[in-house]
């Protein structure tokens, strides 16, 4: 599975659009593109997945770029619960079926 | 979705000793995983655990070391055998659902501090 590449950290103002980005440049066309988000003390939460058009869901929207070399997690009016680490992975649908690879994630901090 | 429950939450353990993990699932599900998150850092796949087979090890990770069980489709347990402290670390629970590109349900984890 190919590599994501993600800010250590963002802020953000509570009831503002949060937008955290996700560069994976060697992307491929199998490749789709799963974000998930660990809350402090608990284990990951699935938020979305999409492969090329934009996805959304009641937790959040999926921007994906034309050549999908990058997309944005976006969350629409950021509360003080979702203050977490948010990780960006790439799973091939044709690969390893469990292995979802964790990178560092963003850590998103959540101002009231 | 699917509910997932860990048994211990936490624990204390000597060296040398082994810990079982249990994890219980609300529905049946082929496919859980085991992860193991040390501290300040990302999750890291141990193996794979289906039900009806072997489980599969990652790199780094052994059967000795890290002994599976699968007895049913909403049960397995993970051993962490002759502990040392640094294996002190979360471990996690997950199973996949749906087809195909699928999403995993992670259980709340079991915080290990071998001393």
């Known amino acids: 599975d190919a590599k994501t590449t993600q800010p250590n950290s963002m802020e953000s103002n509570e009831e503002e659009p949060v937008h955290l980005p996700c560069n994976h440049s060697t992307i491929s066309g199998t490749d789709y593109i799963h974000w998930y988000r660990q809350l402090p003390s608990q284990g990951p939460e699935y938020v979305i997945h999409?492969?090329?058009s934009n996805v959304n869901n009641r937790m959040a929207s999926l921007a994906i770029a034309e050549d999908r070399k990058s997309s944005t997690l976006i969350l629409h009016r950021a509360t003080l619960r979702d203050a977490a680490v948010y990780y960006c992975?790439?799973?091939?649908?044709?690969?390893?079926?469990?292995?979802?690879?964790f990178g560092k994630g963003t850590k998103l901090s959540v101002k009231p | 979705s699917a509910v997932i429950s860990q048994k211990p939450s936490r624990d204390i353990c000597q060296r040398g000793t082994s810990l079982t993990i249990q994890c219980q699932v609300d529905s049946q599900v082929t496919m859980m995983f085991w992860y193991r998150q040390q501290p300040g850092q990302s999750l890291t796949l141990i193996a794979t655990a289906n039900q009806g087979s072997e489980a599969t090890y990652e790199s780094g990770f052994v059967i000795d070391k890290f002994p599976i069980s699968r007895p049913n489709l909403t049960f397995s347990t993970l051993t962490v055998s002759n502990m040392s402290p640094e294996d002190s670390s979360i471990y996690l629970c997950?199973?996949?659902?749906?087809?195909?590109?699928?999403?995993?349900?992670f259980g709340p984890g079991t915080r290990l501090t071998v001393t």
């Open positions: 999409g492969l090329t």
């Open positions: 992975i790439l799973r091939s649908k044709g690969g390893s079926q469990g292995n979802l690879i």
């Open positions: 997950s199973v996949g659902l749906g087809a195909g590109v699928y999403e995993q349900y």
